[in-house]
């Protein structure tokens, strides 16, 4: 069964950090890995992404604040994200393509307060 369960959110002050992790498993790890957040009343926004040949993209919204890395031996993505501001309280997923089904996490709240 594939599956991907993210952990790491919570509430944090307007500056501070925090890293997500999502574990996968029921697949092989090398598949494009996202994180992707949903504030609410908006549309999921994708943040970040690692590619199998270990490249990475960010928008612009996180760009210089975010860092996307990958622990292929425990099958793993993290997302550290720094300077924290309120705009970036959102529902934060985990989302890969695995062959032509979209897998999603639970999700995880990440909460910044002024």
């Known amino acids: 069964q594939v599956q991907l369960v993210e952990s790491g959110g919570g509430l944090v002050q307007t500056g501070g950090s925090l890293t997500l992790s999502c574990a996968a498993s029921?697949?092989?790890?090398?598949?494009?890995m996202y994180w992707v957040r949903q504030a609410p009343g908006s549309q999921r926004e994708a943040i970040a992404l690692?590619?199998?040949?270990?490249?990475?993209y960010y928008a612009d919204s996180v760009k210089g604040r975010s860092t996307i890395s990958r622990d292929n031996g425990k099958n793993t993505v993290y997302l550290q994200m720094n300077d924290l501001k309120p705009e970036d309280t959102a529902v934060y997923y985990c989302?890969?393509?695995?062959?032509?089904?979209?897998?999603w996490g639970q999700g995880t709240q990440v909460t910044v307060s002024p």
């Open positions: 029921g697949f092989k790890f090398t598949y494009w």
């Open positions: 690692s590619r199998r040949d270990g490249s990475t």
């Open positions: 989302y890969t393509l695995y062959g032509h089904t979209p897998t």
